[in-house]
């Protein structure tokens, strides 16, 4: 894959280039603002970008504002965003477009490499990745939605898997439950949401979505 690394701390940047480039992956560009990153979006058209929210100028949501940016001009082009912290306005407005192609993770997270790698290949690959911390703190902050009151426990805990970025496949390894048994919770998860099967949309993005909005 083709990637850009956007993080102004050097030595975290370094790290995650040489950890990148291990795996047999290019970084074909880096940034440490939200300009350069823009710049760098714009012009290298990755298969994946990692891109720090806080980043110089204002060292408040630079990195963000690029990467929406970017996808404003590039729909769907795929970006995992690295936060210190959980912030659920990110990951709403991330998630807000329906593409699909977005991931969200704690700079902690990073320390794990194959779960680094991992969620970089889902996000190039179209799908989400959501930092399983990043969802056990919507949890715990009473996030909720009128509609998740319609789910099942069983159907809660495959959604909140979902959230994670995880395929039918995975979520059933996980539960311990067959391949068909997951099809059949997601496929009925969706109608409760109200998620149509509309080919112009991502009904698992969508649903994430909805998952992490308040009411």
């Known amino acids: 894959m083709r990637i850009v690394v956007a993080e102004d701390l050097y030595l975290l940047r370094d790290g995650m280039v040489r950890l990148i480039e291990a795996c047999g992956h290019q970084v074909v560009a880096t940034a440490a603002t939200g300009p350069e990153t823009l710049d760098a979006l714009l ?127 995975a979520v059933a390894r996980r539960l311990f439950l067959s391949d068909s048994a997951i099809s059949k919770y997601t496929t009925s998860l969706f109608g409760k949401l109200g998620i149509t099967d509309d080919d112009n949309n991502n009904r698992r993005v969508l649903a994430v979505l909805a998952y992490l909005n308040n009411p």
Request: hydrophobic residues 45%; proline residues 5%; aromatic residues 6%.
């Open 43 to 169: 012009k290298w058209r990755p298969d994946v970008a990692v891109v720090d929210v806080r980043m110089p100028p204002t060292q408040t949501d630079e990195g963000l504002r690029a990467a929406l940016s970017a996808r404003g001009e590039l729909p769907g082009l795929p970006v995992l965003i690295l936060s210190q912290y959980v912030e659920q306005l990110y990951a709403r407005e991330l998630l807000a477009d329906g593409a699909g192609g977005i991931g969200y993770f704690l700079k902690e997270s990073v320390f794990d490499a194959d779960q680094f790698i991992d969620a970089l290949e889902r996000v190039a690959a179209g799908g989400t990745a959501m930092d399983p911390a990043v969802i056990a703190k919507l949890l715990s902050s009473g996030t909720s939605n009128r509609r998740l009151e319609r789910l099942t426990e069983r159907e809660h805990s495959v959604l909140a898997l979902m959230a994670e970025g995880l395929s039918n496949q």
